[in-house]
């Protein structure tokens, strides 16, 4: 009705009024046609405002109408393309005429203002067929199109669109401000893109059905400073997601923002980067939640073999995990299988998370290949971050046993074995070829090699820690008498290799090495124990009853070794762990006998070795020398092997050639030093080792460091050594009665030597 009112005016102001002459009514007339006319306008310009008003408070409805429209739309699609430009809403032969009407001024003229100009529509009842509603449908665009036209006619159409384009710019502004709590909840999400899209859907319609109001440039600028804003909002409220579900629904919720609005012509590809870069943020959270998941199946799980007693039972397992066991399969149940269900748990969880990093990569508009690739990077961060510190957490517990480290080993080599059908899953899932020139590898290899690697370190501190465990309560008495029917070990020797052969039968399923490794390190360690034990400054003297006691733990260790604990050693390798710690058994007398065998020996090498034709046939002393001092080394090596009855033989020379042929085998710190020796210095002291070569001097000196003499006593001195002695005294305590040192046949060997 404003428009003929317009006209009417028009007519009157410009040929009645005219006509009409000089009447005073026309004068009146004349004067109140311009004030007629700002009223026109400025009614017009308040249902505008009312208009704006409105379409700012249920551009939230508008914007929900327009995304589920295209949400529609894409799931009718397939392939979900990108499609162009949808039709809102029920586009039919009647909509075009009544849009054409509004277009039309003349077809204005009848229309009239009622409660609805407010711009937005009741339509839900008059849906049809459940089809969504368009923006249209929502919205009366005739304040805006009646407006424009009044200030048209009225010669003010800049001034109307400045001012609308100036409002609508402000309402943009309060449009793009998110609310404080937005990160909280989805709803907060979807109401601020609901909001954004009900704006730029207006104006999208504004621009399809006005000429010049506003225009592409118009928008674009809009759309420009909308898209930097919404893109730091959303970066700074997604930082604050620690839930991956969270993320996971933002995401799919932007993409259905972005494919609504570039429906409608909306460029969008700076939101897919910052989905991009949001695919980053939601990899860190899914790392954080696998590792909660991880430990707590590190927690739960008892770390013993997984029984299985029925068909559906394995079944069920090797539906979990792929085993490939053909001897597993032949036994009959009930049987075990190798790995604890952690082995099968992980490996759910693993494929969990491919299928996690594989949701958020949909709807991306990425090809397969940076799909695959994708994937890939965040299962190897998985393993190579998340399981691998999972699995050290697991291994350096303090109250993890060597049983538990066992089963660790035995379960990552399960799992590293495991590792290529892991590729082959996502080759599967991605259509992607595993052999690809570019394809990124999976590191779960190396991962599960490092876990193992640490927990074959960690089993071999555990076992010897077990073991001083043990030592310490070795309490030997070193002044104790010799008795000669002790032939039983140390108690806590007898416990300690039985804790031993327990500990290595769990050590089958093992690999080879790795068993043979901790048994020839924990009798490599037993060994040094109990040297040190012997070696121990403290202690002071040493009786031959504390040395048999030491000789029967050394052979129960032997017996020990012998046993083969570990299969895979050859020959008598285990026994060399003890071999320097079985030559204590040398320092034990073993009668008169052993000492005319060893000065036998002496004599006949040393005549072999200063004969002047040693190779010569025809020297019959010679051809006789060599096989005698050979037996005669032999002969006394029989003597020093230990036996069970041996009649104790006493006086001072059965005694000291014990000490004689130990000299130098074993390395008594403390006991005598080179100044305790009473050697001529005009003869530089020689002597033969076991082996019956000629030792130098400087080893000779080594070694009478350590030279045993058996109940000999030293008194404490300034520096704990004895003071040198005087020639011609005799040592007390020393049982052959000769100079403190070394006893007189030793001396006279020398000399005659």
Not at 277 to 291: A, D
Not at 305 to 320: A, F, M, R
Not at 450 to 457: G, L
Not at 593 to 602: I, M, N, Q, R, T
């Amino acid at each position: 009705r404003y428009y003929p009112a317009l006209r009417t005016l028009e007519q009157l102001e410009r040929t009645c009024l005219p006509k009409a002459g000089q009447y005073r009514f026309c004068s009146i007339m004349s004067e109140n046609i311009p004030k007629l006319r700002t009223q026109i306008r400025d009614t017009a310009m308040t249902q505008l405002r009312d208009f704006l008003e409105s379409i700012r408070k249920h551009s939230d409805k508008i914007g929900e109408t327009a995304i589920k429209q295209a949400q529609l739309q894409r799931s009718l699609d397939n392939s979900v393309s990108i499609q162009p430009r949808p039709l809102i809403g029920r586009r039919s032969r009647k909509e075009a005429a009544a849009m054409g009407a509004q277009m039309d001024p003349r077809k204005q003229a009848g229309s009239t203002v009622s409660g609805q100009d407010s711009g937005i529509l009741d339509v839900e009842d008059e849906e049809e067929d459940d089809e969504v509603p368009g923006a249209q449908d929502l919205v009366d665009f005739s304040p805006v199109y009646r407006c424009l036209h009044i200030y048209t006619v009225l010669g003010l159409r800049d001034v109307f669109e400045n001012y609308y384009r100036k409002q609508r710019r402000k309402q943009a502004r309060l449009v793009l401000q998110p609310h404080s709590n937005m990160h909280e909840t989805l709803e907060g999400y979807r109401r601020y893109f609901n909001q954004i899209v009900g704006f730029f859907v207006v104006e999208d319609h504004v621009l399809h059905t006005t000429q010049g109001l506003v225009n592409r440039a118009y928008v674009e600028e809009l759309w420009e400073l909308a898209l930097s804003k919404i893109i730091a909002a959303l970066r700074t409220h997604s930082s604050y997601c620690d839930n991956p579900d969270l993320v996971l629904d933002l995401k799919n919720l932007i993409v259905l923002f972005a494919d609504t609005l570039q429906g409608y012509g909306f460029p969008v590809s700076q939101l897919f980067d910052m989905l991009l870069e949001m695919r980053e943020q939601y990899g860190e959270i899914l790392l954080k939640r696998w590792n909660i998941t991880f430990r707590q199946v590190l927690d739960q799980d008892n770390y013993s073999s997984i029984p299985v007693s029925t068909e559906q039972e394995y079944k069920y397992y090797t539906s979990q995990f792929p085993l490939q066991d053909p001897e597993l399969e032949k036994l009959p149940f009930p049987k075990k299988l190798p790995f604890s269900e952690f082995v099968p748990k992980v490996y759910c969880q693993l494929k969990e998370f491919i299928y996690a990093c594989l949701k958020y990569s949909e709807d991306l508009h990425l090809s397969s290949t940076e799909v695959d690739d994708m994937i890939r990077k965040s299962t190897n961060l998985l393993l190579t971050r998340t399981l691998s510190h999972c699995l050290q957490y697991a291994i350096k517990k303090k109250n993890v046993g060597l049983a538990e480290l066992v089963q660790v080993i035995i379960n990552t080599t399960h799992l590293e074995q495991s590792c290529h059908y892991l590729e082959e899953f996502i080759s599967n899932i991605t259509n992607v070829p595993p052999h690809t020139a570019n394809a990124t590898k999976l590191y779960g290899t190396s991962t599960f090699k490092d876990a193992r690697h640490a927990a074959e370190a960690e089993i071999y501190t555990s076992l010897n820690a077990k073991i001083d465990q043990f030592l310490q309560l070795a309490d030997y008495d070193w002044l104790v008498s010799a008795q000669a029917d002790n032939t039983e070990a140390s108690d806590y020797l007898i416990d300690l290799i039985a804790f031993l052969k327990s500990t290595f039968s769990v050590f089958t399923n093992l690999p080879g090495k790795v068993a043979q490794t901790a048994c020839m390190s924990a009798c490599k360690h037993i060994s040094t124990s109990l040297m040190q034990l012997l070696l121990d400054p403290e202690v002071r003297q040493i009786s031959m009853g504390a040395l048999h006691q030491l000789q029967n733990d050394v052979k129960e260790c032997e017996g020990f070794a012998r046993a083969g604990p570990v299969a895979g050693f050859q020959g008598d390798t285990l026994l060399m762990a003890f071999s320097d710690l079985r030559q204590v058994g040398l320092c034990l007398p073993r009668g008169p006998l052993s000492f005319v065998f060893l000065v036998f020996f002496y004599l006949l090498f040393a005549c072999f070795i200063l004969s002047p034709f040693p190779h010569s046939s025809s020297s019959s002393f010679t051809f006789f020398a060599l096989p005698l001092s050979i037996w005669s080394f032999l002969r006394l090596a029989q003597f020093g092997k230990p036996k069970q009855r041996r009649r104790r033989t006493g006086g001072r020379w059965g005694e000291a050639a014990g000490p004689l042929f130990a000299v130098g085998l074993v390395d008594l710190p403390g006991r005598l030093r080179q100044s305790d020796m009473q050697v001529p210095e005009s003869q530089p002291p020689h002597r033969f080792g076991p082996s019956g070569k000629v030792s130098s001097n400087h080893h000779l000196q080594n070694m009478n460091k350590g030279a045993f003499l058996p109940a000999v006593a030293l008194p404490d001195g300034a520096d704990g050594v004895s003071p040198r002695p005087q020639a011609g005294d005799l040592s007390p305590g020393c049982p052959c009665g000769g100079q403190r040192g070394h006893p007189p046949s030793v001396q006279r060997l020398r000399r005659e030597f």
